[in-house]
């Protein structure tokens, strides 16, 4: 499996992606908002473009959508529950069902809410494995919840599937935030030498070659996966005094996900 990440420089720093199956040459186009360097990437591989996936409804996930089937004739994908907020969606999926890109790809459908209710991930069981998270999960970071989705949602989604994914997996996200989430990670987590090692290195990276993180490393320096730290609970118990002294994770979670919004 070949996965292209294809940094488009835009306002809102997206990834584009290409999944493609190096026996046959198709391709799947994820979120393809830069629709012309997804095309012509495509094109100077000597890649075809087949199928389109969604992660979610938002509008700089879906809006090269039209451009690339228009070129390519390509099916369309996305969350089952997102047809009816997504036009012209071919296959609406449901968690666990495959998607196959040529002979040799196949990824499973995790059903992702918390950025919003309409989310879908794709896991590929490969060595290593990898996730494509859209805007669930970032390098060092998590989606915020501002439209259409639930924190509560996205903490079920974060301790009841992320975290149970093989450490080895590679995480492609569907935006470069690293610099500014580690340095959230830092705010909440001052002690936290593997971030502060991993900002220094990634803050002038070329995010057309960007780092590919794994989840042993997200596990590191990704306050979203830190619940249990006393450093991170000292830190909250300082801006809600009301907290316990030992909250239980969701709280801590929640509590993280509100200061983010604010940071």
Known sequence: MIVEQLWTGNA???????????????????DPLDHERCLATARD???????ILNTHEHG?????????????????LAHVNACDKIPGVDV??????????????????????????????????????????????????????????????????FAGQLAGLPDTTKVYPGHDYIANNLLF???????????????????KQDTSRALVTNLALEKEVNTFFRLYSPTVIAGLREVYPDLPEAPDEKTVFLKLRELRNQW
């Open 12 to 30: 809102w720093r997206n990834f584009n992606y290409l999944v493609v199956c190096p026996e046959t040459g198709e391709a799947l186009a994820v």
């Open 45 to 51: 591989r000597g890649w075809e473009i087949t199928k």
């Open 60 to 76: 700089d996930h879906t809006g090269g959508n039209h451009k690339v089937i228009s070129a390519t004739g390509a099916k369309l």
């Open 92 to 157: 609406g999926l449901r968690a666990g069902e495959v998607v196959k890109v040529g002979k040799t790809v196949e990824l499973e459908a995790l059903d992702t809410p918390g950025h919003t209710m309409s989310h879908v991930c794709l896991f590929a069981h490969t060595d290593p494995p990898a996730l494509i998270c859209g805007d669930t999960l970032f390098n060092a970071g998590a989606g915020n919840c501002h439209n259409g989705g639930h924190p509560d949602q996205l903490y079920q989604t």
């Open 185 to 203: 990670t830092l705010d909440r987590e001052p002690t936290n030498q593997a971030a502060r090692s991993l900002l220094a290195a990634v803050e």
